[in-house]
C-alpha cells in the first residue's frame, strides 16, 4: 500500500500526466453528458424501447468499420496529432447539430441517426490514440496508478456527465446540451495543445512496419492478442460478452424503469446516473492504493459473480413495483447499479494495465483498439437486441437474460483455465 500512494504521489507532480488526465476529463465528460442528453431526446422523440435501441444501436456501423483501421493509424502517426484532429472535427459536428436545433423545429429521425454516427467517427479516432499515450508519459511499474487516476476521472465524468446532461436538457432542451459539450470539447483542444510526447521508441514491431499494409497490422495486432490466454480473454471474450449483456441494462433498461415505471423526471434520472458512478470513483482512488498484477488476476476471476449478483437485485426491483413503495424499489436499484459500476470500472483497470505491461508500445493502440471494437460493437448489438426483447416481453425477462448472459461469461472464464493466467 505505501509503495502504491509513493506512485500516486509521484504521478500528481509529472505535469504531462496532469495535462493527459484533465484532458480525459473534459473529453470524456463531453462524451457522457451528449450520450446522456441524446439518450433523453431519443426517447421523448420515439416513445419506443425499439426505435431507442435502434438509435443506440446506430453506432455499430463506424465501430466496425473503423476501430481496426484507427488503431492501426494510430500506431503509424502521431498520435496527439490524430487527437487534435479528431476533438476538432467533433467539435464541428456539434456546432452543426447546434444550428440545426436553433433554426429547425428539431433533428428528425434520420438527422439524429446521422449526427450519432458522425460524432461516433470521431469518437473512435481520438480514442485509438488516446489509448496508447500513457505508457509514453508514465514508467511501466506506475502504469496500474496511472490507471486507476485514469479511472477515477471517468468515473466522475459518469457522476458529473449525466447530471449535466440531464439538468441542461431538462432545462434548456437539446440544443443547450449539445452547445455545453462543444465547450467541453473546446477546453480539450486547448489543454491538449500543452502536452509534449516522446518519440515512440523503435520495438521489434516497428521495424518493418512502413513495408506492411494496414491488413498485415491489424492481423499482427490479433496474432498479438491470441498469443496469450490472459489477453485474449480480457481484451475479447471479456469486453464483448460484458458489454452486450451488462451496458442495456444501464442504457435501455433503467431508462424505462426509473423513467418509465417509477416516473422520475428527466433531472432527477441524471442526478440517479451521476450518483451511481460515486462508488466507482472511491474504488479507482483505493485501487491506485492497492494495485498488484496478482490482486488484478484475482479479481478478475470472480468479476462477472459479482456483476450477476447485482443483476438479482435489479430484477427484484423490475418485478416488484405491485409490492414495494417506489422510493424503496429505487434505493434498491440505486445500490445494485453502483455495485455493478464499481466492478466494471475495476475489471476496466486490470484490462488495460495488463494490456499496457504485455505489449509494444509502438503495437498497443490496434491491441487496445481490438478491445474496443469487442467492447463497443457489443454495446450497439446489446441495445438492439434488449430493446427487441423489452418491447416483446418486458423489462422483468430482459434482466433475467442479462444474468443468465454474464454468468455465462464465468463459466467461459473457468473453461479457459485462469490459474494458468500470467500477467
Not at 104 to 126: K, P
Not at 233 to 254: K, M, Q, S, W
Not at 378 to 394: D, K, M, R, W
Request: hydrophobic fraction near 55%.
Amino acid at each position: 500500500m505505501d509503495q502504491g500512494r509513493i506512485f500516486l504521489k509521484e504521478l500528481l507532480r509529472n505535469r504531462q500526466f496532469i495535462l493527459y488526465w484533465l484532458v480525459g476529463v473534459s473529453s470524456l465528460l463531453a462524451v457522457i453528458a451528449l450520450e446522456f442528453a441524446v439518450s433523453l431526446y431519443a426517447f421523448d422523440l420515439t416513445g419506443s424501447a425499439l426505435l431507442f435501441g435502434s438509435i443506440l444501436a446506430a453506432v455499430l456501423v463506424p465501430r466496425l468499420l473503423l476501430t481496426p483501421f484507427a488503431g492501426v493509424i494510430s500506431d503509424r502517426f502521431n498520435r496527439k496529432t490524430i487527437m487534435l484532429v479528431s476533438l476538432a472535427f467533433s467539435t464541428v459536428i456539434l456546432m452543426l447539430g447546434v444550428l440545426i436545433q436553433a433554426v429547425t423545429a428539431g433533428m428528425s429521425l434520420v438527422v439524429l441517426f446521422a449526427f450519432v454516427l458522425l460524432l461516433e467517427a470521431g469518437s473512435i479516432l481520438f480514442s485509438s490514440a488516446n489509448a496508447a499515450v500513457l505508457p509514453l508519459i508514465v514508467e511501466k511499474d506506475r502504469l496500474g496508478a496511472a490507471n486507476s487516476l485514469c479511472s477515477v476521472y471517468s468515473e466522475l465524468s459518469y457522476v458529473v456527465g449525466p447530471l449535466i446532461g440531464g439538468i441542461v436538457y431538462g432545462l434548456f432542451g437539446f440544443a443547450f446540451s449539445l452547445l455545453a459539450v462543444t465547450i467541453s470539447l473546446v477546453l480539450s483542444i486547448v489543454v491538449l495543445c500543452f502536452i509534449a510526447l516522446p518519440k515512440t521508441p523503435k520495438t521489434s514491431h516497428s521495424q518493418s512496419r512502413n513495408k506492411t499494409s494496414v491488413f498485415h497490422d491489424m492481423k499482427q495486432g490479433f496474432s498479438i492478442i491470441f498469443s496469450n490466454r490472459l489477453l485474449g480473454y480480457l481484451l475479447i471474450a471479456g469486453p464483448f460478452l460484458l458489454n452486450f449483456f451488462n451496458v442495456p441494462i444501464f442504457d435501455l433498461i433503467l431508462v424505462f424503469f426509473v423513467r418509465g415505471s417509477l416516473g422520475v423526471s428527466p433531472e432527477g434520472y441524471g442526478m440517479f446516473t451521476a450518483l451511481l458512478a460515486v462508488g466507482g470513483v472511491v474504488c479507482s482512488l483505493i485501487a491506485g492504493k492497492l494495485y498488484s498484477d496478482r490482486r488484478a488476476l484475482a479479481f478478475v476471476k470472480v468479476m462477472p459473480l459479482l456483476v450477476a449478483g447485482g443483476m438479482l437485485f435489479i430484477l427484484l426491483t423490475v418485478n416488484g413495483t405491485q409490492f414495494m413503495p417506489y422510493a424503496v424499489l429505487l434505493g434498491i436499484t440505486f445500490l445494485a447499479c453502483s455495485v455493478i459500476s464499481a466492478v466494471v470500472g475495476l475489471f476496466g483497470i486490470a484490462q488495460n494495465t495488463i494490456a499496457q505491461k504485455n505489449v509494444d508500445i509502438d503495437a498497443l493502440s490496434r491491441v487496445l483498439s481490438i478491445k474496443r471494437l469487442c467492447a463497443l460493437t457489443a454495446v450497439p448489438l446489446g441495445n438492439l437486441a434488449f430493446g427487441a426483447i423489452v418491447e416483446s416481453v418486458g423489462l422483468g425477462f430482459s434482466v433475467l437474460i442479462s444474468i443468465i448472459g454474464i454468468i455465462g461469461l464465468f463459466v467461459l472464464s473457468r473453461v479457459l483455465s485462469p490459474d494458468e493466467f500470467t500477467a
